[in-house]
């Protein structure tokens, strides 16, 4: 039976956009097919979302929108034989893998590049789409509705795209640092751990809520926090001292250029 909708590769990410079509009633179970070459991972799809699963990526491609959600390093492995898959359209979430590379891999076939990121889990994702010349409105509104599912969805040129995966798509990693290094200063300062963990998670929610919701800029957030003579800036001296700044823009910076060599 030929499926809407083909995962190629049910990792982290693959499960992650699958559990919020399924939870969103966007797609059937039936209607969705995955591919992963672990049966113990299959056999954990399958009984969690109800979804058919399969070792082979033929099999799976035979769908009207294929999703490939593999390693960029397991891309050439996981394509053999995809070159005429019967997939209408073509789905890629690779960092660093372009439009013209799928191209040459799936000629004259639509294809969407995309970066989501791994709060799509909890549907609070933010993904940015490119699309190739042979996509149609259809299509890449059927696409918009995936990653809508699983939170924000952006347009950018693809030439943008490396920059998104060494922002947003690699992003989540950054604040997890940040949060557990906030929970640590809060423990170092007699806090009980539970408890540095909540108040650092909920700082971190609840300061990009008030970003979100008031338009405010990120520096008139800080001016209101920060009294004079006071604690905050007593803080952000030493935040700058370690060059916290730079230290962020040459890290999206290093994500960027690492995408750009997944590419190559
Ligand atoms: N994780 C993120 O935050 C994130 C965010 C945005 C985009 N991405 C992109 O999403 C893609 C997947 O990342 P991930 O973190 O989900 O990786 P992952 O957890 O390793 O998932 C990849 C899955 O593909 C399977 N696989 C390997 N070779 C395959 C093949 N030939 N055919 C079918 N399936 C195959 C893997 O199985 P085995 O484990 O058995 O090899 C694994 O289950 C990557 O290209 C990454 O750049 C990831």
Aim: net charge neutral.
């Amino acid at each position: 039976m030929k499926a809407q909708l083909s995962i190629i590769g049910g990792g982290v990410m693959g499960e992650a956009i699958l559990s919020r079509l399924i939870a969103s009633n966007l797609y059937l179970p039936s209607d969705v097919c995955v591919s992963d070459p672990m049966p113990e991972r299959r056999a954990l799809l399958e009984k969690k979302y109800g979804v058919q699963v399969t070792p082979n990526n033929l099999v799976a491609a035979a769908a009207e929108i294929m999703l490939l959600a593999v390693k960029p390093q397991s891309l050439n492995a996981a394509a053999i034989g995809l070159a005429n898959a019967p997939a209408t359209c073509i789905v890629s979430i690779l960092a660093g893998v372009t439009l013209a590379q799928l191209e040459v891999m799936f000629p004259s076939k639509p294809i969407i590049r995309a970066m989501p990121n791994t709060p799509a889990q909890v549907g609070a994702g933010v993904t940015a789409i490119a699309a190739n010349a042979l996509v149609t409105a259809a299509q890449l509104d059927a696409v918009r509705k995936i990653f809508g599912a699983v939170g924000t969805v952006v347009e950018v040129a693809e030439s943008l795209m490396n920059a998104v995966t060494g922002l947003s798509g690699s992003g989540p990693a950054y604040v997890a640092l940040m949060v557990e290094a906030m929970a640590d200063g809060g423990v170092a300062a007699g806090l009980p751990r539970a408890i540095a963990m909540q108040l650092a998670t909920q700082t971190v929610l609840g300061t990009a809520q008030l970003l979100t919701e008031t338009n405010l800029h990120p520096a008139q957030l800080k001016d209101q926090v920060t009294s004079p003579a006071g604690t905050t800036i007593a803080a952000i001296a030493q935040l700058e001292k370690a060059g916290l700044r730079s230290a962020m823009i040459e890290a999206v910076l290093a994500a960027t250029r690492r995408a750009d060599e997944l590419g190559n």
